[in-house]
């Protein structure tokens, strides 16, 4: 079989299926598989995991590039991406691409996947590829006077990402909201550029394919699956050790909006007007407390029981004007009453797409679509 590579250069954290890129990816996919090609696929970024989604989907045979990870066994990380990608092990060889751990692995990775894939493609078909990037310069670079480079299916690299920035007025909001959540604190949602807690990168890819004109995991999406699970699903990002929680504010609407900003090193926002709110009376038998900040000193001295409400004030941020409370570990909707709820939108048109999910009442923060489209 002769190796066939879809090489596209990175592309927004926030596609959908109709991005020329990904329709032509898949186009790429099917004329390989149809020939009897090898694909060359690999992880890490979308830019990689698309194609190897669709030849997951098509049941394609394909060679995947992966990282060997310190203290993790090669079968352990092949397991981890057979159960991601929905994999038949009978269509699938393996590459460990060896990296080094004195450096950033991602950044590593990248380096030797690349020279690595690149040398062992036979047949490669560019789709998008950024003029001057760093792929357009190993093409350039290449030797291998045995390959063929199919161009059937490129196109033109769009170098300026989908907007995910909200713009956020203050004087539109609904004046009344902070008088209908006093008593409350809020579990603010946003929009994610990655799989939702629990959930597998196929399903992820495979919405995003399916999605036209709006990306799958916006802000208003997110809280739509909370709200179809009944359950707030904990994260371990940005906490200590590792452990998992469920933050809330006890901040008023008109004072979180405040604190809604763009961050240009993450490409996403802090947070966005999706939530949900609970009564503060029914939060203790929860579970729910509030954080306790602190210099990070502090941290050894307290009661182990207390220890995973603990926030450090921060040196590079200042945590605590977000009145953060904390819920470790998944949290159960189903155990809040409906009246001891309630759900918050961008705008009043978004309360019909929620339907019959809401277990109680539904707000919206602004008297009007105030914000730019997300994602589009």
Same mark, same amino acid.
């Given at each position: 079989?002769?190796? @066939?590579?879809?090489?596209?250069?990175?592309?927004?954290?926030?596609?959908? !299926?109709? =991005?020329?890129?990904?329709?032509?990816?898949?186009?790429? %996919?099917?004329?390989? @598989?149809?020939?009897?090609y090898? +694909?060359?696929?690999?992880?890490?970024?979308?830019? /990689?995991?698309?194609?190897?989604?669709?030849?997951?989907?098509?049941?394609?045979?394909?060679?995947?590039?992966?990282?060997?990870?310190?203290?993790?066994?090669?079968?352990?990380?092949?397991?981890?991406?057979?159960?991601?990608?929905?994999?038949?092990?009978k269509?699938?060889? /393996?590459?460990?691409?060896?990296?080094?751990?004195s450096s950033?692995w991602?950044?590593?990775?990248?380096?030797?996947?690349?020279?690595?894939?690149?040398?062992?493609?036979?047949?490669?078909?560019? %789709?998008?590829?950024?003029?001057? $990037?760093?792929? =357009?310069?190993?093409?350039s670079?290449?030797?291998?006077?045995?390959?063929n480079v199919?161009?059937?299916?490129?196109?033109?690299?769009?170098?300026?990402?989908?907007?995910?920035k909200?713009?956020?007025?203050? @004087?539109?909001?609904?004046?009344?909201?902070?008088?209908?959540l006093?008593?409350?604190i809020?579990h603010?949602?946003?929009?994610?550029?990655s799989? /939702?807690?629990?959930?597998?990168?196929?399903?992820?890819?495979?919405?995003?394919?399916?999605?036209k004109?709006r990306? @799958?995991?916006?802000?208003?999406?997110?809280?739509?699956?909370?709200?179809?699970?009944?359950?707030?699903r904990?994260?371990?990002?940005?906490?200590?050790?590792?452990?998992?929680?469920?933050?809330?504010?006890?901040?008023?609407?008109?004072e979180?909006?405040?604190?809604m900003?763009?961050?240009?090193?993450y490409?996403?926002m802090?947070?966005?007007?999706? !939530?949900i709110?609970?009564?503060k009376?029914?939060?203790e038998r929860? $579970?729910i407390?509030? %954080?306790?900040? !602190?210099?990070?000193?502090?941290?050894?001295?307290?009661e182990?029981?207390?220890?995973?409400?603990?926030?450090?004030?921060?040196?590079?941020?200042?945590?605590?004007?977000?009145?953060?409370?904390?819920?470790?570990?998944?949290?159960d909707l189903r155990l809040?009453?409906? =009246?001891m709820?309630?759900?918050?939108?961008a705008?009043? =048109?978004?309360?019909?797409?929620? !339907?019959?999910?809401?277990?109680?009442?539904?707000?919206?923060?602004?008297?009007a679509?105030? +914000?730019?489209?997300q994602?589009?």
């Amino acid at each position: 079989m002769k190796n @066939a590579l879809i090489l596209n250069s990175r592309q927004s954290l926030r596609p959908i !299926g109709t =991005d020329r890129w990904i329709v032509n990816s898949q186009s790429a %996919v099917e004329y390989a @598989a149809a020939n009897g090609y090898r +694909l060359l696929s690999s992880v890490g970024m979308n830019s /990689w995991e698309i194609p190897l989604f669709f030849a997951s989907k098509l049941g394609a045979y394909q060679k995947i590039c992966i990282p060997s990870l310190e203290g993790k066994k090669e079968d352990e990380i092949k397991d981890y991406y057979i159960r991601q990608f929905c994999l038949d092990e009978k269509l699938v060889e /393996w590459e460990i691409v060896n990296i080094d751990e004195s450096s950033k692995w991602k950044a590593s990775f990248r380096i030797n996947r690349d020279i690595k894939i690149l040398h062992d493609a036979q047949i490669l078909f560019p %789709v998008s590829i950024r003029p001057r $990037g760093n792929l =357009d310069s190993l093409l350039s670079s290449l030797s291998n006077s045995d390959l063929n480079v199919m161009n059937r299916f490129i196109t033109k690299y769009e170098s300026r990402p989908r907007a995910c920035k909200i713009d956020i007025d203050p @004087a539109t909001i609904v004046r009344s909201a902070d008088e209908i959540l006093d008593g409350y604190i809020i579990h603010w949602t946003k929009a994610t550029s990655s799989p /939702w807690p629990g959930e597998t990168l196929y399903r992820f890819y495979e919405d995003v394919y399916n999605s036209k004109t709006r990306y @799958a995991r916006s802000g208003l999406e997110t809280l739509k699956r909370i709200l179809t699970e009944r359950r707030l699903r904990s994260s371990a990002q940005h906490y200590r050790r590792n452990m998992a929680a469920v933050p809330f504010s006890d901040l008023k609407p008109t004072e979180a909006i405040q604190l809604m900003r763009w961050r240009a090193r993450y490409q996403g926002m802090t947070f966005e007007p999706y !939530g949900i709110g609970i009564r503060k009376e029914f939060t203790e038998r929860l $579970g729910i407390r509030k %954080v306790l900040y !602190g210099n990070p000193e502090m941290f050894q001295y307290l009661e182990k029981n207390d220890q995973p409400y603990f926030q450090a004030i921060g040196t590079k941020g200042f945590w605590i004007p977000e009145k953060e409370y904390r819920h470790i570990g998944d949290l159960d909707l189903r155990l809040i009453p409906n =009246d001891m709820i309630i759900i918050i939108v961008a705008s009043p =048109d978004e309360i019909s797409q929620l !339907g019959d999910t809401s277990p109680g009442k539904i707000i919206p923060l602004f008297k009007a679509r105030n +914000l730019l489209p997300q994602n589009t």
